[in-house]
């Protein structure tokens, strides 16, 4: 059995969009406690390193 390679991340429609909604996960981070802050960034860069990948793929 073959086991499909995944392919680049789906390219968003608009890329802007895609790092506005990555950066709004930093939205209220002062209100949360500091043992979730690494966490937040770590979903923000992975989002932002998404949209840059989906952006470049293509050019918009």
């Given at each position: 059995m073959?086991?499909?390679?995944?392919?680049?991340?789906?390219r968003?429609?608009?890329p802007?969009?895609?790092?506005?909604?990555?950066?709004?996960?930093?939205?209220?981070?002062?209100?949360?406690?500091?043992?979730?802050?690494?966490?937040?960034?770590?979903?923000?860069?992975?989002?932002?390193?998404?949209?840059?990948?989906?952006?470049?793929?293509?050019?918009?």
């Amino acid at each position: 059995m073959t086991v499909p390679t995944p392919g680049p991340p789906p390219r968003p429609a608009d890329p802007l969009a895609a790092v506005d909604r990555a950066v709004a996960g930093l939205d209220g981070l002062a209100n949360r406690p500091p043992a979730e802050h690494v966490e937040a960034f770590e979903r923000v860069h992975t989002a932002l390193g998404d949209a840059l990948a989906a952006g470049s793929s293509g050019g918009a």
